[in-house]
């Protein structure tokens, strides 16, 4: 099974590398069914700004996706049971008000909508991670660091208790139209 079991309002983060080719309603990351806030949905649904959107209700992060048309960036999405956070190369772009999440299990959608299989993703995503845990900014520092300059860093330490991600797709079959869970 492709679930990750993280469903209601449990805390969650999301990580991925992603380089949009075009703007327009593209769905990165998504589970859980159509029914009212019953899927969990990173995209840029709303305005084109990076959004999560989960049936009747919605946050607009208010930073346009067109700022990194044709460029990786590292992004992480937590949600600690109320309220969202977006960083985008290690700098927090927005939180939002309350969301009243009630997410459903299902299969994980990559680059396109759990809740009725559209908005696909235009451009490149590499290296998502979906834990059922909140990252600290300390930690999606150290991983930012790590993944965008590895040579630069070092660690001897943990840097976070707690366990590994549920989900850990590394793209690295090649081209294809399919990618295998770690």
């Not at 679930?3 to 990580?15: K, P, Q």
């Not at 070092?154 to 139209?177: H, M, N, Q, R």
């Amino acid at each position: 099974s492709n679930t990750v079991g993280i469903t209601g309002s449990a805390v969650r983060t999301v990580e991925f590398w992603l380089k949009p080719a075009a703007t327009g309603g593209d769905a990165f990351v998504s589970w859980g069914a159509g029914a009212t806030n019953n899927f969990f949905e990173v995209s840029d649904y709303y305005n084109d700004d990076w959004s999560i959107h989960c049936y009747s209700c919605q946050w607009d992060s208010g930073v346009a996706v067109s700022t990194w048309l044709n460029e990786w960036s590292y992004h992480v999405v937590t949600f600690d049971g109320t309220y969202v956070r977006w960083y985008i190369n290690n700098a927090l772009i927005g939180t939002s008000g309350s969301i009243p999440l009630d997410t459903g299990d299902s299969d994980i959608h990559l680059g396109i909508a759990a809740h009725n299989h559209g908005y696909p993703y235009t451009g490149s995503i590499d290296e998502i991670r979906i834990s059922n845990s909140i990252r600290s900014a300390d930690y999606i520092r150290t991983s930012y660091n790590n993944q965008n300059s590895p040579s630069t860093f070092l660690s001897w330490a943990t840097i976070e208790s707690g366990g590994g991600p549920v989900g850990y797709w590394s793209f690295d079959e090649g081209y294809a139209s399919t990618t295998y869970d770690r």
